[in-house]
């Protein structure tokens, strides 16, 4: 296990033939790019050239340092503020973008500093820990690496392609540990290098993989390497300034991955590992995943007979008796307070002609994740959320002002086309349900709506016992509708969290920002939530639509409206049946052109045949191209006359804000699960109670106290097995019961029950219409 300690490092003995290839690759872009720069440089006067320029850089306090371009580097920064700083400094935030501790600022900039107690300074340190596995993977084994993020949920992977070599198995673990303890040691820096994609080519030409996503880059993308030791990677980065930042690391376990996530690619070994900056610290999180494993939902789901899964419909969950007891007591609960808080539940179809998903965005956005099947020519799609059909109830018929904020609850199944090897027990499945629900409110309303839903959301987490975060997610690359819409929706839920917490971004207990994290239709609040275990989970959001009104064309009557009412169902909705038949009109009608423009074609070209006339040919892709583009330009300009006459009429539209406190049901029951280790409180317990007879001769009483209870609508079983007393009650208490009733011959002649309570050492005798009203005072009280 010979490696290269140096700093720059150089090959290692029983390195891989590519490794050398590698090297000499960089060695030759660095020696152009140097040459490059002394070339510019002469070219602008060489030492009489002008100095670099100076820069001002903004800490998040205000203060202000001064900097040289191209010279200062935030660690630079952060030694003139403390030593201290320096060392804890794993990476920097420039102008809100992560930034390498060593990279030369370039310009007039922000500055955050970021140490381990912060998410980017944990997702570097796993990124760069990554790095480093990865190279000891590419020593030990030879394979093809593929990919090696950090993870949210904490820690990293690397997948390597294993070229028909022996896997990796538990046993290599701590060789792999101690091969990167040993880089970790070397001290290395990570070393950044800008490369064209004939470079980046060139430099992997060995490993098609690393050669797909080069091919993939378009041109003009600037493409960039990182180096420590002998080892380089394609990556974007950032690093940690050094190696020696990585304290402990531990591979936790292996699996199995497709390349790019399809079953059609070839199958990866997956390595996954978690590091820290601290020895201590590692000793804890072994600690957490030993209380983990005793908690992992599927192993009490399979102890308690709550739900299983069958090969015959991956990803879809069977809830047992005592599983379906457990969803719908949250149902019910959420169904109350639905009640209570002026929503009306609605149920909409599963599936929908894929029009609909064309209207929505989702074909274009989303069509992946959908399964999809044709009917009569038809195609449809299971649907995967239920935004869109909310749509259609809202545009059935007419709106007025007085009718908003409307909020339609569905509770409906849902399908994502989950990867096979994304599932994983009820965090990840294909067949859902969601506590979804969405508002349509008028824009003056908006602050007012979300915060009521985040005051809804703080009730329902604090009877979970859940503390939580709240994070604005902002305007991904890949979004509809415009800039200034974006802008607008961000603003009103900024305004709503200001409101909410009583603080600006960034401030102790208030709310942060998720860059670029958006969903495609809308800026959207997350809701990180902490369970007993301080595992962090994202569970409810709040999503702010001002896309789906316009694509859905949704209008409501405002208090000036001049139309009467039944002109505004004609202009401003109509029915649902006359969009219907506008719909199937309309694509009858462009089946009927298809077929007709053939036609043409076909006549035409037996006409040149016989004419021996030139053929007319047919228009070219510029010319297709550019038609298509004066039809939208002409039918926008139309939509605009005809959004303006209404606007002018006084008509408005509504805003649309998606919700959630759940989330997937499934999700939040394997949540829940974990959270509370299986002992559930009594209010959510599918086990409540179970009768436990002395003998067979007291089972007759047992089953009409569990007769009388059950009529309050509680949980409560019967044991009927012929066990003795002291076994029964054993098994009770490991099937986590909330209480146990014992029956004899005292209770029959007394009508009484002996009722032990879980967590406590007390018998108390009660009767049974005593425990009726506890444990109905329990309930309401969600304990």
Not at 143 to 157: D, Q, R, V
Not at 413 to 426: I, P, Q, W
Request: with cysteine; hydrophobic share 40%.
């Amino acid at each position: 296990m010979a490696h290269d300690d140096s700093a720059c490092g150089g090959v290692a003995d029983g390195a891989p033939e590519y490794v050398a290839h590698r090297i000499a690759v960089w060695d030759a872009a660095v020696a152009r790019a140097e040459a490059a720069a002394a070339a510019a440089a002469a070219a602008g006067g060489g030492a009489d050239a002008v100095s670099p320029p100076s820069i001002s850089v903004t800490l998040p306090d205000g203060s202000v340092k001064a900097a040289v371009a191209g010279k200062t580097r935030p660690l630079d920064i952060a030694m003139d503020i403390s030593e201290g700083l320096a060392r804890a400094s794993l990476v920097a935030v420039v102008d809100g973008a992560q930034w390498d501790m060593e990279r030369p600022l370039e310009a007039d900039c922000t500055l955050r500093l970021c140490d381990w107690s912060t998410e980017e300074g944990k997702m570097v340190l796993w990124h760069s820990s990554a790095h480093m596995m990865g190279e000891a993977m590419e020593y030990k084994y030879g394979g093809e690496l593929c990919i090696g993020p950090p993870l949210k949920a904490g820690g990293f992977y690397y997948d390597m392609h294993m070229g028909g070599g022996r896997p990796v198995t538990d046993e290599d673990f701590g060789d792999l540990e101690k091969r990167v303890d040993k880089i970790a040691k070397s001290k290395r820096t990570f070393q950044r290098l800008e490369l064209s994609k004939e470079e980046a080519r060139e430099m992997f030409s060995y490993n098609r993989f690393k050669l797909e996503l080069v091919n993939k880059m378009e041109e003009g993308t600037t493409i960039t390497a990182y180096r420590d030791g002998p080892f380089i990677d394609l990556c974007r980065g950032p690093h940690v300034p050094s190696s020696s930042k990585v304290k402990a690391m531990a591979v936790l376990r292996t699996g199995s991955a497709y390349w790019l996530g399809n079953a059609d690619n070839p199958s990866l070994q997956r390595v996954y590992g978690i590091s820290f900056p601290d020895k201590k610290l590692l000793k804890e999180h072994r600690l957490k995943l030993a209380e983990a494993a005793k908690r992992d939902h599927r192993l009490i789901g399979k102890n308690q007979e709550l739900f299983l899964f069958h090969g015959l419909s991956p990803g879809s969950a069977f809830l047992l008796p005592h599983g379906t007891r457990l969803f719908n007591t949250l149902l019910e609960f959420m169904r109350n307070e639905y009640w209570e808080r002026g929503y009306d539940e609605v149920q909409t179809p599963n599936m929908f002609d894929f029009d609909l998903w064309e209207t929505s965005g989702h074909a274009a956005n989303y069509r992946d994740n959908m399964f999809a099947f044709e009917s009569e020519h038809t195609t449809f799609g299971l649907k995967p959320m239920n935004c869109p059909s909310h749509c259609l109830i809202y545009a059935s018929r007419s709106r007025s002002y007085r009718e908003l904020p409307m909020r339609l609850a569905d509770f409906g199944v849902l399908h994502r086309n989950e990867l096979s090897g994304a599932l994983s027990g009820l965090t990840r499945v294909r067949r859902f349900q969601q506590d979804d629900a969405h508002i349509f409110c008028a824009a003056d309303s908006v602050s007012d709506e979300v915060t009521a839903f985040l005051g809804f959301l703080q009730y329902v987490y604090d009877i979970f016992g859940f503390s939580f975060t709240l994070a604005l997610s902002t305007r991904p690359d890949k979004y509809i509708g415009s800039v200034d819409q974006w802008d607008a929706a961000e603003a009103e839920l900024e305004a709503a969290l200001v409101r909410f917490t009583g603080k600006v971004r960034g401030e102790e207990g208030g709310w942060s920002i998720k860059d670029k994290d958006g969903a495609f239709y809308g800026p959207k609040v997350d809701v990180c939530v902490t369970d007993a275990m301080g595992r962090e989970w994202q569970l409810g959001t709040c999503q702010l639509d001002f896309n789906a009104p316009l694509r859905f064309d949704l209008w409501y009557r405002g208090p000036n409206t001049k139309e009467p009412e039944e002109a505004a169902g004609s202009a401003a909705a109509g029915s649902t049946k006359q969009q219907a038949k506008a719909a199937k009109a309309a694509k009858a009608a462009k089946a009927a052109a298809a077929a007709k423009a053939a036609e043409e074609a076909a006549a035409a070209a037996d006409a040149a045949a016989a004419s021996d006339a030139p053929a007319v040919a047919p228009p070219t892709p510029e010319e297709e191209a550019a038609a298509k583009a004066a039809a939208a330009a002409a039918e926008a300009e139309r939509k605009a006359a005809h959004d303006t006459h209404l606007v002018a009429q006084g008509f408005r539209r509504p805003v649309i804000i998606h919700r959630a406190i759940y989330g997937s049901l499934e999700r939040f029951i394997a949540i829940i699960c974990e959270h509370y280790g299986g002992k559930f409180p009594f209010w959510l317990s599918p086990r409540q109670a179970i009768v436990v007879p002395v003998s067979e001769r007291f089972l007759d009483y047992a089953h009409t106290v569990a007769a009388t209870l059950r009529r309050g609508r509680f949980y409560v079983d019967v044991d009927t097995s012929d066990q003795k007393l002291a076994k029964k009650i054993v098994l009770a208490e490991l099937a986590q019961y909330n209480h146990i009733l014992v029956v004899g011959a005292e209770e029959v002649e007394k009508h009484t029950v002996n009722l032990r309570s879980r967590g406590s050492t007390d018998h108390r005798v009660m009767s049974v219409e005593e425990v009726h009203s506890e444990f109905r005072e329990t309930r309401a009280a969600h304990k």
